[in-house]
């Protein structure tokens, strides 16, 4: 089964129970308020038990609004890089501290296989297989998922094919989602499958923008992570933490961190904030706990 036809496969999993008018929080059941509306058509809904904002109704089909990419696989510098150099060589040093200080770095996990869901341009897939992982990623749209082929050199499979290969009884040792979450009609349905696909002991590793943020409270409707209607939830620490726990994840370790775009730019791509004070309150609000990012790595228990 596709994760993606999981997701899909029906009306969002959002009760339209309560009072008939107003639907409840797809994570806490509890009756949500209309909140901001953009463009005159997008309308999201807050929950005032959890935090969580969400668009309602959702768009039947979602692929119109994700455009194509505009480069090729010869367009992306080599993991080579300085950065990567001093990855390789410092991490195995830092220890258990790694992933505090390197969030997108793969933990040491047994079976050495990673999944990156929703891989994108295949960028992040293309340093897990230069660091030795056997990965494979999983994207919703057949030309990105052959770009990302061309930049990882590693099987990417898109929604609708998922199912004809024979990676789905396969258990990973990482699973990724680098702002994917916020972008699934059933994020609930999607994660408890990747409860299912992970290796006991294994690492779920995601990040997601943070709706209680200080960018996200300073921006109001200008916020450039409202992005709709490709973001169909914005998460708060709370909500998120409920929804993982929802899908099987316990042992859960989540934290903010600064997110420098956020703040210098809104949604309709204008300029913000100059470049220097972005920065300074990126830094600020990451030290703050109020980061506008959130990164979370679960664990899955050994059974
Ligand atoms: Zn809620």
């Not at 058509?41 to 959702?58: H, K």
């Not at 990482?174 to 408890?192: F, G, K, R, S």
């Not at 210098?264 to 706990?289: E, F, M, Q, T, Y």
Request: aromatic residues 12%.
């Amino acid at each position: 089964m596709s994760y993606y036809l999981d997701a899909l496969g029906s009306a969002g999993g959002v009760s339209l129970s309560g009072d008939g008018a107003r639907p409840s929080c797809p994570i806490c059941a509890t009756i949500s308020v209309p909140d901001m509306r953009f463009d005159g058509r997008w309308q999201l809904y807050r929950c005032p038990a959890c935090g969580l904002r969400w668009l309602w109704p959702q768009p039947q089909t979602l692929a119109e609004f994700y455009p194509l990419p505009v480069h090729e696989a010869g367009d992306f510098p080599a993991p080579a890089s300085y950065r990567f150099y001093l990855k390789r060589r410092l991490v195995p040093f830092v220890g258990r501290w790694r992933w505090r200080l390197w969030p997108h770095w793969p933990p040491p996990a047994t079976p050495h296989r990673l999944l990156d869901v929703g891989c994108g341009d295949g960028r992040y897939l293309r340093s897990a297989v230069a660091l030795g992982w056997e990965a494979v990623g999983v994207e919703r749209d057949a030309i990105w998922a052959e770009l990302a082929r061309q930049v990882s050199g590693a099987p990417v499979y898109v929604a609708g094919g998922v199912e004809e290969s024979d990676w789905p009884g396969t258990l990973f040792g990482v699973i990724t989602l680098w702002h994917v979450l916020e972008h699934l009609p059933e994020p609930l349905a999607t994660l408890a499958q990747l409860q299912r696909q992970l290796a006991p002991g294994g690492y779920l590793l995601l990040e997601v923008p943070n709706a209680d943020s200080w960018q996200a409270h300073r921006a109001g409707e200008r916020w450039l992570h409202y992005d709709p209607p490709r973001h169909l939830w914005h998460f708060t620490p709370t909500a998120l933490r409920r929804l993982l726990a929802q899908a099987g994840f316990h042992d859960c370790w989540l934290r903010s961190a600064g997110n420098l775009p956020g703040w210098r730019r809104d949604r309709h791509g204008r300029n913000w904030l100059p470049a220097g004070l972005a920065w300074l309150l990126a830094r600020l609000a990451s030290i703050a706990g109020r980061g506008g990012v959130l990164q979370l790595r679960c664990r899955k228990g050994k059974q």
